[in-house]
């Protein structure tokens, strides 16, 4: 076991190192001067533009900024944000609660449909059920999650117009945020409808989000018991076991 844990450690060194480069240069790669974007339409002089080129280390090669990136990293120093002028782990850390709720919301929408679906599916074999249940697996798992949440704001925003189409809750409720997730933070607000908006906003990310692992969990529910319902230990009771009498009640039989 400890050498397995090793071994997976001297894995993930030479994959950070490698995803870290390829974020770094790859960033450099894309059109725009970061400081030209800080200074916004005014402009700037070319005093300015050399005095932030120097503070923010684009005056220095390349390798050297990038093992300045890689110290900040280990730091915790993720920069600032050019839009909103905040440090980027506060931002990171203000968002990340949404983005936990919607996946849990997500996963837990995947596992609720998608654990029955691959039951019945497995259970009716060959049948219209089965069949049904794969075809849609594999659509929803095949379609680009992007244009499936087009289409739900197009049919369900739009045209229903059942859900908001953006948002988190609506702007008719305000309150200061305690854990982070609006779910509980509209609940325990005690607004009235403040929480029923904030299960509206959730329902098309979390069907979006949650479309592709549902195919997966039905299909891979469905091949599991397909396997189980084949061993021997299921197949056997049924020539083997017990047969009911006229009473309905089980009379032991010649096994037992």
Known sequence: MLAFLLRRLGLLVPTFIGVTIAAFFFIRLLPGDPIMLLAGERGISPERYAEL????????????QYFVYLGNLFSGDLGVSFSTKRPVLTE?????????????????FAIVLGLPAG?????????????AVMTTALVGYSMPIFWWALLLIIVFSGW???????????LLYFFPPVTGFMLIDSLISGQK????????????PTIVLGTIPLAVIARQTRSAMLEVLGDDYIRT????????????????????
Request: hydrophobic share 45%.
């Open 92 to 108: 990171f850390m203000t968002l990340f609660p949404a983005t936990l709720e919607l996946s849990i919301c997500a996963m837990l």
């Open 160 to 170: 229903l117009q059942w859900t908001p189409v953006s948002g988190r809750i609506s």
């Open 193 to 204: 409808g403040a929480f029923q908006s904030a299960v509206q906003h959730l329902i098309l």
């Open 53 to 64: 080129a120097s503070r923010f280390g684009f005056d220095r090669p390349l390798y050297e």
């Open 119 to 131: 039951v019945i599916a497995a259970v009716r074999r060959g049948k219209a059920a089965d069949h």
């Open 237 to 256: 009771p049924g020539p083997r076991g017990c047969r009911p009498s006229a009473s309905s009640a089980c009379m032991p039989c010649a096994t037992h």
